[in-house]
């Protein structure tokens, strides 16, 4: 273990959560009245908005495909989301690669080719952010894209696994992604199984990463089943 | 038997062609959240966007009227397009216009037939799926918001809706109310007191009529859910 | 929700009427929600209508400005967020964006709602105030929604303690804070004066100006956009902005108990 912290004890991480336990995840639909449809999440310590605007044609022109609708998504934390020091404001270099790899998830599972020649935009604000907002703000920002009423083939779920000593765990928070040994985003399509976002650092061997892909397999119908609610419950009294 | 469904969900485990339903190794999954009906193998829409269909009608704003052709924002991805044949009358930008559409081209464009200027008056834009719900069963809803309130009404399938004269901030009022809590029971009645409509002689209304509008438009269905 | 043109916005305002029923000096509602991000030293969100703004506020160590050497500083962004409005785009500040930070800058700064005096830690060490707006749904007058929300924010502001060259974050102390500002903020079409405009009556509008003051004086003001005010406008919206300030100072007394 990197560092100084002991972050299991007991078989118990700092927050009292065994290794394969999820932070409580809240979620509800249409907070932001000028989107088509928006999602905002509770994830632990977590604060996102996710919101889409679109299908609107696609602006400048020469960004349009005239055979499907391009997906324009920018991920972004907040100056003031951290519980340290001020951030700086902008898009830096892991803004732009997460809203990269947020953006191919979503282009994997709209029906892009509904709608030749326009753009749908996801923007994901992360207002409070306490580790895995990557994953939180996928989770969200797919809440968000089954509310606007844009066909998508399934609705993804993202969660984060990695490694605390020899221990796999799920779902990292803050002060676990700063000290552990590996940490590994994905994101998975529930009906089929597909990974659609996968990424990871640090060091597992091939049994701990069979073992953490199986903590996010199993948390994912937690997740889902979260998603699933917070879209049926805005019609139901 | 009807159920809210939510992208994903397997809708039967034979391949059916159903709208906003795809098919994957023999079994049709939803792709949009709506409403599935078993028996009718049907899936109605609680949100979504205005996918153009012929004869539907539309309120729309002229954008840009060039020589032989308006263009017409409709409050969908898709430009709405006016060739000069079809149209008797002369438009100018930012006029507001009923029409009805003749067929979605290649290039994603709505090409209109029949238009008509609606003058004076403003548009509203609502959710389009919410646009049956607004209408009502067998047009009750609409009709007795146009009679309470003396205002005068064209619904949009594309979701703007234009009104003119009478009680104008009521009419909307009554419209936002029914998008807002579209998926509620008991709201015919609850409109009618809102715009002190005369009681509508519902029961008067043919069967045969009743049993049409049903099936064309959700807002039984969407009574029914709760 | 409400597509409303030109045309007939103009002809409603011609006959004194508004994009919504209200009257022409009146709010929409107003709501404050204090401290939604914990992280963030000090927090709020403000809802006018369906005007969403969020301030967030960091307090880091910081050297002081070389005029002012004893005295902490702060500064002051706001972000269009995209998702805020159909016309707001990614990309640097707009002019728009940077007048907004600067306007409720200024207010802050001239009603001395910061006692910075009292962020001083040690020669070249003070602590320095990030006040960051986020817009998260445009219905107009963010002027006032951003100062509001900024203002309580920072009346519920903690500060961290330094000691031993560190900052800690744990045990903080309260900003300390010596006034309060709001902001009423008017348009103009035709001869018509408007308190809180929504985003179609701005579009609309041939000039706008925000007045800032606490309850004894004037502390801030800006016009904006190409049409202007008469001495006589001025005057009545100066007294408007007195009467109407009174409701807002309360808004902020109630929920942060200062």
Not at chain 1, 184 to 205: C, F, H, I, N, Y
Not at chain 2, 86 to 103: L, P, Q, R
Not at chain 3, 120 to 137: A, H, P, Q, S, T
Not at chain 3, 184 to 191: G, L, M, S, W
Request: glycine content about 8%; proline content about 4%.
């Amino acid at each position: 273990m990197k560092g100084n912290i002991e972050l299991i004890k007991d078989g118990k991480r700092l927050d009292g959560r065994l290794p394969g336990d999820l932070r409580d995840i809240k979620i509800k639909t249409n907070v932001v009245k000028n989107a088509q449809g928006s999602a905002y999440i509770e994830w632990g310590n977590n604060k996102i908005i996710a919101a889409i605007h679109g299908p609107n044609e696609a602006l400048p022109r020469h960004t349009a495909n005239p055979n499907k609708a391009v997906v324009k998504c920018r991920y972004m934390m907040a100056p003031f989301s951290s519980s340290e020091e001020h951030g700086r404001s902008g898009m830096n270099r892991r803004a732009v690669e997460i809203s990269k790899v947020t953006g191919e998830v979503f282009e994997n599972v709209i029906l892009l080719d509904q709608f030749p020649g326009t753009e749908i935009s996801i923007y994901i604000e992360v207002i409070q952010s306490d580790g895995g907002t990557r994953a939180a703000g996928i989770t969200c920002a797919a809440v968000a894209l089954a509310a606007s009423g844009i066909p998508i083939k399934d609705l993804p779920f993202s969660v984060s696994a990695g490694k605390v000593g020899e221990t796999v765990i799920l779902d990292l928070n803050k002060i676990e992604d700063n000290y552990s040994d590996a940490d590994m985003p994905v994101a998975v399509l529930p009906r089929t199984k597909e990974v659609v976002l996968l990424q990871m650092d640090g060091s597992l061997t091939k049994k701990q990463y069979t073992d953490a892909m199986a903590l996010i397999l199993e948390s994912g119908k937690k997740i889902s089943k979260i998603q699933r609610d917070a879209l049926i419950s805005q019609y139901s009294q | 038997m009807r159920k809210i469904v939510i992208p994903g969900d397997l809708l039967t485990d034979k391949p059916l062609r159903i709208l906003d339903a795809i098919v994957e190794d023999n079994k049709t999954y939803s792709t949009i959240i709506g409403l599935y009906d078993d028996e009718k193998k049907s899936l109605i829409p609680l949100e979504g966007l205005w996918y153009p269909n012929r004869d539907d009608v539309v309120v729309g704003i002229i954008e840009e009227s060039k020589l032989n052709t308006e263009t017409v924002i409709l409050n969908a991805p898709y430009k709405g397009l006016i060739i000069s044949k079809y149209s008797e009358s002369h438009m100018s930008s930012g006029d507001f216009i009923e029409a009805n559409v003749k067929e979605l081209d290649k290039t994603g464009t709505v090409i209109l037939t029949r238009p008509k200027i609606l003058h004076d008056g403003k548009i509203i834009r609502i959710k389009p799926s919410k646009v049956n719900r607004v209408l009502g069963k067998a047009n009750t809803m609409i009709k007795q918001i146009t009679e309470g309130t003396k205002t005068r009404i064209v619904v949009g399938l594309n979701g703007l809706i234009w009104l003119n004269g009478g009680n104008i901030d009521l009419a909307i009022k009554a419209i936002e109310t029914v998008c807002k809590e579209a998926h509620t029971s008991g709201l015919t009645e609850k409109i009618g007191t809102m715009v002190g409509a005369p009681k509508q002689p519902n029961q008067k209304i043919s069967k045969e009529t009743e049993t049409k509008e049903t099936t064309e438009n959700n807002e039984k269905t969407e009574e029914e859910m709760i | 929700m409400q597509l409303i043109t030109n045309k007939f916005l103009k002809e409603r305002f011609a006959l004194g009427k508004r994009d919504d029923d209200r009257d022409p000096m009146t709010y929409r509602d107003i709501k404050l929600t204090l401290n939604e991000i914990p992280n963030a030293e000090g927090s709020a969100i403000v809802e006018i209508g369906n005007t969403k703004v969020l301030t967030g506020v960091k307090v880091d160590l910081s050297e002081p400005m070389s005029d002012t050497p004893n005295d902490g500083n702060m500064t002051t962004s706001a972000e269009l967020l995209p998702m805020a409005d159909d016309n707001y785009d990614v990309g640097p500040p707009t002019p728009f964006g940077v007048e907004l930070a600067r306007v409720v800058d200024r207010a802050i700064r001239a009603a001395g709602v910061i006692d910075t005096e009292k962020l001083f830690i040690e020669e070249g060490k003070v602590w320095g105030v990030f006040v960051d707006m986020y817009i998260l749904n445009n219905d107009g007058n963010l002027f006032d929604a951003g100062l509001l929300a900024s203002v309580a924010a920072l009346l519920s502001c903690k500060v961290p303690k330094y000691e031993n060259e560190t900052v800690i974050r744990e045990a903080m102390g309260k900003l300390p804070t010596k006034n309060i500002t709001t902001s009423c903020t008017f348009a103009k079409f035709a001869d018509n004066l408007l308190l809180d405009p929504t985003a179609n009556e701005e579009a609309l509008a041939e000039s706008r100006v925000t007045i800032g003051n606490d309850e004894e004086v004037i502390r801030s003001m800006q016009k904006g956009m190409s049409g202007s005010f008469s001495m006589k406008d001025l005057d009545q919206l100066i007294d408007v902005t007195f009467e109407k300030s009174k409701t807002l100072r309360q808004i902020l007394k109630n929920n942060t108990g200062d």
